[in-house]
């Protein structure tokens, strides 16, 4: 069989570069050798790209940097060369793949910047293209553009942090009026609450925009819903469909945190979540709809509130979801009848039917 020839990025310039690594580590493990020659382009959180041909294990902890087992890679925009120029001691070379896997979180890889990259180079990869990463990594135009077809979601206000420092007394005020507190504080384009603080009164509000502000000069601010929080795992491309089941978080801390998401698992996760069939079925059919209006092709995990059982409220959309031993994506679809390698390859099959 003429085995498939794929790219698999991760790491990245982002604070959730740790995250991608144990994600790609787990997404690598679970590709068919038999399918595909794999090839593993690491990337540093200084930017630097390099095809990593040493132990897998060395990916998890970050120690393949150190390798020997690496030579400089660059993505090439010539169509022409459809790959990666790899550099040598004597010369360089084209490694010409079929599909690009980004298993990249956060900025700088699942924010469209990296899928331009992959566009203009007219490769085939995995997910989300340009537009619709950029815009489901923008909360705030998300919240925007999916109230402008009626779908509800949690109150919500956003400014930019130099405004807010000119005249934080103004933004104070409109929270106040708008939303009360409690609210969460977070950075309008980051993923995996990272920079997201719960807010209870106005003294906490100076500290958390700050720490918000760290991630990106945009500021997201939101109702704190008291509710079940539960997501839907979507895949396809112009007919997209929801899994069956739906999953729910019982978080350990006071909100579903970075470390409760990818590194403490003591959060507990209820496959099918403890809802109702007919509320399970209106979520599938809002996730799928949220999707389509968004252009997102490929995968995506919808993420939800559920307020007194029945109140449906949509909070976000990744494009590119953990893929780690405890992520909740692959598990929705082991749940609901698709393996964790049979995923993989129906996103690929995706992938290449977008080429």
Same mark, same amino acid.
């Given at each position: 069989?003429?085995?498939?020839? !794929?790219?698999?990025?991760?790491?990245?310039?982002?604070?959730?570069?740790?995250?991608?690594?144990?994600?790609?580590?787990?997404?690598?493990?679970?590709?068919?050798?038999?399918?595909?020659?794999?090839?593993?382009?690491?990337?540093?959180?200084?930017?630097?790209?390099?095809?990593?041909?040493?132990?897998?294990?060395? !990916?998890?902890?970050?120690?393949?940097?150190?390798? %020997?087992?690496?030579?400089?890679?660059?993505?090439?925009?010539?169509?022409?060369?459809?790959?990666?120029?790899?550099?040598?001691?004597?010369? *360089?070379?084209?490694?010409?793949?079929?599909?690009?896997?980004?298993?990249?979180?956060?900025?700088?890889?699942?924010?469209?910047?990296?899928?331009?990259?992959?566009?203009?180079?007219?490769?085939?990869?995995?997910?989300? @293209?340009?537009?619709?990463?950029?815009?489901?990594?923008?909360?705030?135009?998300?919240?925007?553009?999916?109230?402008?077809?009626?779908?509800?979601?949690?109150?919500?206000?956003?400014?930019?942090?130099?405004? &807010?420092?000119?005249?934080?007394?103004?933004?104070? !005020?409109?929270?106040?009026?708008?939303?009360?507190?409690?609210?969460?504080?977070?950075?309008? @384009?980051?993923?995996?609450?990272?920079?997201?603080?719960?807010?209870?009164?106005?003294?906490?509000?100076?500290?958390?925009?700050?720490?918000?502000? *760290?991630?990106?000069?945009?500021?997201?601010?939101?109702?704190?819903?008291?509710?079940?929080?539960?997501?839907?795992?979507?895949?396809?491309?112009? %007919?997209?469909?929801?899994?069956?089941?739906?999953?729910? !978080?019982?978080?350990?801390?006071?909100?579903?945190?970075?470390?409760?998401? &990818?590194?403490?698992?003591?959060?507990?996760?209820?496959?099918?979540?403890?809802?109702?069939?007919?509320? *399970?079925?209106?979520?599938?059919?809002?996730?799928?709809?949220? &999707?389509?209006?968004?252009?997102?092709? @490929?995968?995506?995990?919808?993420?939800?509130?559920?307020?007194?059982?029945?109140?449906?409220?949509?909070?976000?959309?990744? *494009?590119?979801?953990?893929?780690?031993?405890?992520?909740?994506?692959?598990?929705?679809?082991?749940?609901?009848?698709?393996?964790?390698?049979?995923?993989?390859?129906?996103?690929?099959?995706?992938?290449?039917?977008?080429?």
């Amino acid at each position: 069989m003429n085995r498939k020839k !794929i790219a698999v990025l991760f790491g990245g310039c982002s604070s959730e570069h740790e995250v991608s690594r144990v994600s790609a580590y787990s997404v690598i493990s679970n590709l068919s050798k038999e399918k595909y020659e794999i090839y593993r382009i690491g990337i540093t959180k200084d930017g630097r790209w390099y095809l990593y041909e040493g132990p897998l294990d060395s !990916i998890p902890d970050g120690s393949w940097e150190q390798s %020997e087992q690496k030579r400089p890679a660059y993505l090439t925009p010539d169509r022409g060369a459809a790959g990666f120029a790899v550099c040598g001691p004597d010369r *360089t070379e084209i490694l010409k793949v079929d599909c690009v896997f980004p298993v990249l979180h956060g900025r700088n890889g699942e924010d469209g910047t990296v899928q331009g990259l992959l566009q203009l180079s007219g490769l085939p990869f995995v997910g989300c @293209g340009t537009l619709s990463s950029a815009v489901c990594m923008d909360k705030a135009v998300t919240h925007t553009l999916l109230a402008g077809v009626g779908i509800k979601q949690a109150q919500y206000l956003w400014f930019y942090y130099s405004r &807010y420092l000119k005249n934080p007394d103004k933004v104070r !005020i409109k929270i106040g009026a708008r939303l009360g507190y409690p609210v969460f504080v977070k950075p309008a @384009g980051s993923g995996s609450s990272v920079g997201v603080s719960r807010v209870n009164s106005e003294e906490e509000l100076d500290a958390a925009v700050r720490l918000a502000a *760290t991630e990106g000069e945009k500021i997201l601010v939101e109702e704190a819903v008291s509710g079940q929080e539960v997501e839907c795992a979507v895949l396809g491309n112009e %007919e997209p469909e929801a899994a069956a089941l739906i999953g729910e !978080i019982a978080a350990s801390a006071a909100f579903y945190d970075y470390d409760d998401k &990818y590194k403490s698992g003591k959060s507990r996760l209820y496959i099918p979540a403890r809802l109702s069939d007919e509320v *399970t079925q209106e979520l599938r059919a809002i996730a799928v709809r949220a &999707y389509r209006t968004l252009g997102c092709r @490929g995968f995506a995990r919808v993420d939800f509130f559920v307020r007194g059982k029945t109140e449906i409220l949509l909070n976000e959309l990744n *494009t590119i979801p953990g893929f780690t031993p405890i992520s909740m994506y692959p598990k929705l679809w082991e749940a609901s009848g698709l393996s964790y390698g049979g995923l993989l390859d129906r996103l690929i099959e995706l992938a290449l039917e977008k080429a």
